[in-house]
């Protein structure tokens, strides 16, 4: 196969044409880079019907989400459906040939991102024979919702867990009701996607759960947690037999999560938690769980499994141990060899299939790296072609961007961390500016191979950026996830420093150009390591981070919340909290900092902002701080993050930027 070349297709040419009678057209003219970066992408997902002869993708525009069905002979658009100012779609899938299934989000109050409602909705590919099938809007019968009358209002919350292929009138969904327990216990239910009409196939015997089908559609395999956040994993044979436990994480020390079945359900394939090092993959073979794992890399975890575009079973294990890692289940393969080889005509690319068309045909690729947001392509299995459709944002040429480095280093106390360095293209790589750039979470959380839209600008600005994996990230095992555990400002803190010291040892950093940006634990880090570290970093910048501790047990959406509770008091701890505290802090912090947030932030309440502005200008401090009115944790409004942006490579300009070079160079030189 050739390597194929990403080229304006007809159809994105052609969708803004097709949407522009029902949306007043988004227009950007002459955007800046910033733009190009942070402007609305060109679909959010693209799902292919069981016949292949239709499209449905997701297009976002700025206070709404259209859900469009495209015709692929000739580009017609078929239909399409929209709730109004404020609502997005947030899930879709076919469930027939011509029938659509989706979930919504709504924009609540001033709260600027939408929050999933838990709703369900059914469309037909013409846009025509719209449902409301479950939520409170279920049969309420307006002309923005569902004409049919056998739904009922309900305060439930309910999610797809599978269409059903041998009757497309079906599909699986799960429920939780949103009435009296703190963590509600979930069912399976069989619902007709024209009346909304529903049977109870299953009822977990654990609270907050998720589900996983066979291919025979039978539940198997469910697994949640109750407030006490230890995770337990059921499995049964089929949908009359009872449920047995097959792990609990307070006995074995470790989690399991069903993912797939073989094509003859007797093979289920589970990601488990080992007592040291990555996870593995294992199977469960006629209900016992297998010895050995049948893949496990040296240093990460299952990053993926890639599942056939024809029966859904497991092909591959996808690892991303620095750069992805595609581990074959059957090397000699006939999906094998094909994937293989459209690896090879996407060189330094990963490549997904899509489920294909029932009879075989036709399929969707997605393609994306560190460089590129990502491109579709629709596949001719047959021919082994692969036509454009488009690109996720057709604004950024994947020339142009930076490539993602992966590095590794050896902290202090000899725990081995990576991470990834990107570097402006074209240019030196040694004395450069830094930024060092911890990511959120920050338990289970972590950097990866991926397109950064805030690490190009970043470094489209002239700064080389540092990201590290530090102690209590995900994707390295559940012994380096617990490692985080009460190490905040600690250990973790200190990896963040160690890394530092590791570019300017490598020669990468200019040690007098360095500053540290980060977003919620991220910005916590950033405050942090300014208090902790005097001397080592220039700036610090932070968006909605949290900088009191004791505060977050009293504050935001989970402060009573019994899971949350006991979770933090495992993750964070109360002893002490206020030495680890920047806002407590405020008084070591002597560079320039920058403090943004929003003002209904209900995860790190905007509080803590105003505690740290006020703490650091009351020890005579150096602070700018800017709060934006209806946003949440993180900026959704276009216009916000574009501020953002350029507030952040301001002041990054102002301290370790151009003029700031030239202005230690002049200081050096002899008189």
Known sequence: MRTLARAPSFWTRRLP???AALFAPWVCAQPLPVEHLVG????EDVRLSPTGEYLALTVPFADRTALAMVRLSDGQQLG??????????DDFEWVGPDRIIYSIGERFGRLKAPQSTGELFAVGVDGKQHASLIGFRAGKGTSSFSHIKRAKSESVFARLVAPLADDPKSALISVQDLTGRELPFSRVERIDVRTGSRIVVATAPVANARFLTDHANRVRFTWGSDTDNVQHVYQRDHDEAEWRLLNDESVSGRRMFPLAFSTDNRTAYLQV???SGPDGLYTVVDGGLAEQPVARDDDTDVHRLLLSPFDGSPFAVAFLDGLPRIEYLEPEGELTRLHRSLQASFPG???????ASSDGRLGLIVTHSDRNPGDVYLFEFASKKASFVMARNQRIDPEQMA????FRFTARDGTPLNGYLTLPPGGPDKNLPLVVHPHGGPIGERDEWRFDATV???VANGYAVLQVNFRGSGGYGRAFLLAGYREWGRAMQDDLTDATRWAIAEGIADPDRICIHGASYGGYAALMGAAKEPGLYRCASGHVGVYDLPMIFSTGNTAGVRWAQNYYEAAIGRDDLESYSPNRLADRIRIPVLLTAGDQDEVAPVAHTRAMDKALRAAGGKVTTHVYRGEGHGLFVEANRIDHYRRVADFLALHIGPAQATAAQTQAKPD
Request: net charge negative.
């Open 403 to 406: 490539a993602m480095r992966p």
């Open 456 to 458: 190009q600008w970043l």
């Open 273 to 275: 938690e080992e007592a």
């Open 17 to 19: 044409i097709l949407l």
């Open 349 to 355: 690319q990963s490549v997904l299939l899509g489920q």
């Open 80 to 89: 399409s459906i929209q709730h109004g100012r404020g609502i997005y779609i």
């Open 40 to 43: 609305l992408d060109e679909y």
